[in-house]
């Protein structure tokens, strides 16, 4: 019999989270309204992921706990956003561009942040990623992550959301066609990452789940489609900034998250199941990396 979902549940961790990031808002807002009023908002909104980078950093530290700073990377894009709708000197109300484009990062963002919130398990535990790193780096593991885990992860997502300032600000171009791709793949992105952590968070709670992976559903076509859906989504956020008439450097976001997971991410991944999942070399000669794609016979 399954224990309630109340009492499995962290609460004074969730506590601390809440703590945190409520501090690193504030260090956020202040950031803003003591920077000149006329800083670009692009300039604006990275002098404020800093400060709440910091404080978040900050907090990791105090509770050895690096996994502070995970749920940034979903929420950041809501901020963001809501700053260039609303912040100082936007134009109040929303045009049909940002309605669409403010639903689809609260889509995305919400979501994923719910996904990490009810699988985390505590302050006492941290992914294996990090582990992995402190074994190798000891006493100097603080700074690698400040580099590593917390500004790094900081200047994508900033990087990633360059394309809201030309959607939500700046448009040069009336609504069209291309509005409604953009919207199409980013709301099929978030559904298929979200349909591929389902999957995969049902079968680790079955009983042929433990110590094995996943080969159902999303997981029988590619063996990261969660990774795939990540991807695909800052790809459509760039696809909305491009509609409004984004300059060609809003790129560097969706292609700097397409380099982090194919050339970090899902390698270390890799490594870490070849090494320890009987089976795992069979399934990933039959089954694409990273596009979901037919099983190879």
Known sequence: ???????????????????????????????????????HPLAHVFAAEVAATVVLFVFAV??????????????????????????????RGLDARQALVLAVVCFYGLRLTFNWVRSWAGLKHEDWQYTDFRAKTGKGFWPVSFLAFHL???????????????????SSRPFGALDGLAA??????????????EQLRT?????????????????????????????SFWFGLWLCGL????????????????????GAS?????????ERRKGYADYAARTSLFVPLPPKA
């Open 243 to 262: 509609a409004a008439g984004a300059p060609w450097w809003s790129a560097f976001g969706w292609l700097g998250m397409a380099g982090l997971f194919l």
């Open 266 to 274: 899902i390698p270390m991944a890799e490594k870490r199941s070849l």
């Open 1 to 39: 019999m399954s224990v309630p979902f109340v009492e499995q549940r962290p609460w004074s961790g969730y506590a601390a989270l809440v703590v945190a990031y409520a501090a690193a808002l504030g260090a956020a807002v202040v950031t803003v309204r003591q920077a000149p009023a006329d800083w």
């Open 184 to 197: 199409l793949v980013t709301t099929a992105a978030v559904i298929v990452e979200w349909v591929a952590d």
């Open 62 to 91: 105090l509770f050895d706990n690096t996994a502070f700073f995970n749920a940034h990377w979903s929420l950041a894009p809501i901020a963001v956003a809501l700053f260039f709708i609303f912040g100082p000197g936007a134009a």
């Open 152 to 170: 790094f992860p900081m200047l994508l997502v900033f990087a990633g959301c360059l394309p809201l300032h030309a959607a939500l600000v700046e």
């Open 203 to 231: 079968f680790r709670r079955s009983p042929e789940g433990r110590g094995a992976f996943c080969t159902r559903g999303l997981w029988r076509l590619s063996r990261h489609p969660n990774y795939f859906g990540e991807v």
